[in-house]
């Protein structure tokens, strides 16, 4: 059962272009949402995050979308840059109890940015 | 501080061996967990530690695993009898206090089982 879905296994897009990446969620009980990257033999990398009390959140080139009553959020990244270029994880937490805030990840997006 | 630490970082072992990682969090970070991360799939939740304490354990930490968190500082993943399908990315990750975010993941370790 894939509590958080990232249904775009791959994405290319040119070099200062608007990247956006997408993922769902099944599961009402999840509050608050990540976004990973990730480079081959590396650990995830955080990138930005959203409490399900808001929705949207910026940080530089990046910015997360939350649509709760679709269980949706997407990830934008503007300008899109080479060094961009990786696989990024959507990931969700819910306080499953003992102040357990394990992570439930989505499959990954191998983002390519073109230069 | 050089963040979270694995060891090692690569392993190679026969199908029936007993393998062991090892985590180093950053050292005032009181929760650790532990992921695993199959081809083509995202990091799946494997167990919790609080300090020593071990608060939860995934189904998919079947009885051939156990993890240990001594002195709640580093922890230790042991896997006995490996199998193929035991072949993964084992991922630790580390912070200090409550809430959802704040993780520092480590680089972790890659372990195939022939």
């Known amino acids: 059962d894939q509590q958080v879905k990232q249904n775009s296994p791959s994405l290319s897009v040119q070099e200062g272009r608007i990247s956006i990446l997408n993922c769902d969620y099944t599961n009402s009980m999840f509050d608050y949402f990540l976004w990973y990257k990730k480079y081959p033999a590396e650990g995830p990398t955080f990138l930005i995050s959203i409490s399900s009390i808001k929705d949207k959140n910026e940080d530089g080139r990046f910015t997360v979308f939350l649509n709760k009553s679709a269980k949706h959020l997407s990830l934008h990244i503007v300008p899109s840059q080479p060094g961009d270029s990786a696989v990024y994880f959507c990931a969700a937490s819910a306080d499953s109890g003992g102040s357990n805030y394990k992570l439930t990840f989505g499959k990954g997006t191998l983002l390519t940015v073109n230069p | 501080d050089t963040g979270v630490s694995q060891n090692p970082r690569h392993k190679i072992t026969k199908r029936g061996q007993n393998v062991t990682f090892r985590c180093d969090p950053i050292?005032?970070?009181?929760?650790l967990y532990w992921y695993r991360q199959t081809l083509g799939q995202g990091p799946e939740f494997l167990t919790y530690?609080?300090?020593?304490?071990?608060l939860e354990k995934s189904r998919l930490l079947s009885d051939r695993f156990s993890a240990e968190r001594p002195k709640g500082s580093f922890s230790t993943l042991e896997i006995q009898r490996t199998e193929q399908g035991d072949s993964a990315m084992y991922l630790c990750a580390s912070k200090w206090g409550g809430g959802p975010a704040g993780w520092d993941f480590g680089p972790g370790t890659r372990l195939l089982v022939l």
């Open positions: 050292s005032e970070h009181n929760r």
């Open positions: 530690f609080q300090n020593e304490a071990q």
